[in-house]
């Protein structure tokens, strides 16, 4: 069983960044990040294959990147420009394959704040 380790979470002012890190256990394959606010739903943020192919939430385009060191087993989050809105518990997550449709480790989450 792989396990996931984020860091690098905190509170920041609207306008600021925070750069998020994601440590695997092992070898994975896409690898990605999600969110949940208070009373929504956890939310696709951004997500990275193997070979280093990115799709974005609309609403992050522009402000954050997604990056990866697979030497390392290690997914980044880049956050610029950061907005209350984006205030959530931030998770990891990655697939056990070349070929899962699904995301199948997950980390416990890091908190972000943003003030505004």
């Known amino acids: 069983q792989v396990q996931l380790v984020e860091s690098g979470g905190g509170l920041v002012q609207a306008g600021g960044s925070l750069k998020l890190s994601c440590a695997a256990s092992g070898r994975v394959f896409s690898m990605g990040w999600y969110r949940q606010a208070p009373g929504n739903q956890r939310e696709l943020v951004a997500g990275?294959?193997?070979?280093?192919?990115?799709n974005y939430a609309d609403f992050v385009k522009g402000r954050f990147t997604i990056s990866r060191d697979n030497a390392k087993n290690t997914v980044y989050l880049q956050m610029n420009n950061l907005r209350p809105e984006d205030t959530a518990v931030y998770y990891c997550?990655?697939?056990?394959?070349?070929?899962?449709?699904?995301?199948?480790?997950w980390g416990q989450g890091t908190q972000v704040a943003v003030s505004s």
């Open positions: 990275i294959s193997r070979g280093g192919r990115r």
């Open positions: 997550a990655a697939a056990s394959g070349p070929s899962s449709t699904v995301y199948d480790y």
